[in-house]
């Protein structure tokens, strides 16, 4: 998934990606520090991913949307659940009601132009790194997406194989 995709109770992440990046490295996940105090409810609006609050703890739907290689687009709803309410910049991803859950970190924001998002899985002597950069606009500064990136280094994440994703205004009609 390069992109994640309404509005429900004025609460949607706006998550146009930036880059990504999915790895597989040797050893155990690395545990950088999220957003102290996360606030979901401070989140907005963007045509591929939104997240809507379900209930008061802060658990929401997800509607994603992705624009597949035929140029087709593919939506489908799943779930991201707080496992701490002491520490709600963690979540739990559920692609479908069947899946096995997948982190879901918050590790970055300002809650009006970009978040920075990192999951991990251990799979015994290798792990799995995910990174997303999200952003509001099709392009970040240059400067913050390095901040981002170099955010992510610091709290152990490889940054090499991240890519950025074509968020070409002419490619992604598609997605309206």
Not at 45 to 58: D, I, L, V
Not at 84 to 89: G, I, Y
Not at 134 to 161: C, F, M
Request: net charge neutral.
């Amino acid at each position: 998934m390069k992109a994640l995709q309404g509005m429900s109770l004025a609460l949607a992440l706006l998550a146009i990606l930036e880059a990504s990046a999915q790895v597989l490295v040797a050893g155990k996940c690395p545990r950088p520090a999220v957003v102290q105090f996360f606030d979901a409810s401070r989140q907005g609006e963007c045509a591929t991913a939104t997240y809507s609050r379900q209930g008061t703890g802060g658990d929401m739907e997800v509607l994603i949307k992705e624009l597949l290689a035929d140029g087709s687009t593919y939506a489908y709803v799943g779930s991201a659940m707080v496992t701490n309410s002491s520490e709600p910049a963690k979540m739990e991803v559920y692609y479908s009601p069947t899946s096995l859950p997948s982190p879901y970190w918050v590790l970055a924001t300002d809650y009006k132009g970009h978040a920075l998002a990192f999951g991990c899985i251990d799979y015994g002597l290798f792990h799995a790194q995910f990174a997303w950069v999200l952003s509001r606009q099709p392009t970040l500064v240059r400067k913050t997406l390095k901040d981002l990136q170099d955010l992510l280094a610091s709290g152990g994440v490889n940054v090499d194989k991240m890519t950025p994703t074509n968020q070409n205004e002419a490619f992604c009609r598609a997605m309206v």
